[in-house]
């Protein structure tokens, strides 16, 4: 899942919020979103490949990103929308900052979201920290 690489040239606009889990259709609407939208769209699988990512989650994370923080974010990163985590965890501070965004939340039947994430996600994060977590850092 590789984004569509896009030169922007003008600011764009910030017109969709994803508020569903990892494993819900997020990377398909991903790709959809992509080739639709003028400007990028942010998503898991590349939430460590943006300018700003890497200054940015850490804060997000200690709870010191204010509403100034994500206008900039979003505009640094020419983003049109977003999708998946970890953008969908602030799907309520989103809308509260931009307003006339539209809301999308993608379902899955409960089982099978479990099932899908238990046999993915899941399974690397268990790799990542059972493998990495005993390294003497």
């Known amino acids: 899942m ?34 639709l939208l003028p400007g990028k769209c942010h998503h898991m699988m590349q939430a460590a490949k943006g300018k700003q990512d890497a200054a940015f989650w ?22 049109s929308a977003s999708l998946d985590f970890p953008m969908s965890l602030f799907w309520k501070d989103l809308v509260e900052i931009y307003p006339k965004a539209k809301v999308l939340l993608t379902v899955r039947d409960p089982n099978r979201w479990y099932m899908s994430v238990k046999n993915t996600i899941r399974q690397i994060g268990t790799f990542m920290s059972d493998s990495w977590g005993s390294l003497p850092l």
């Open 2 to 35: 590789e984004p569509v690489q896009k030169e922007q040239y003008a600011e764009v606009e910030y017109v969709l919020i994803g508020a569903g889990l990892p494993r819900t259709g997020t990377a398909s609407t991903f790709t959809a979103l992509e080739q």
């Open 58 to 79: 850490p804060k997000v994370g200690r709870g010191e990103v204010l509403e100034e923080d994500w206008k900039q974010f979003i505009k640094g990163e020419g983003l």
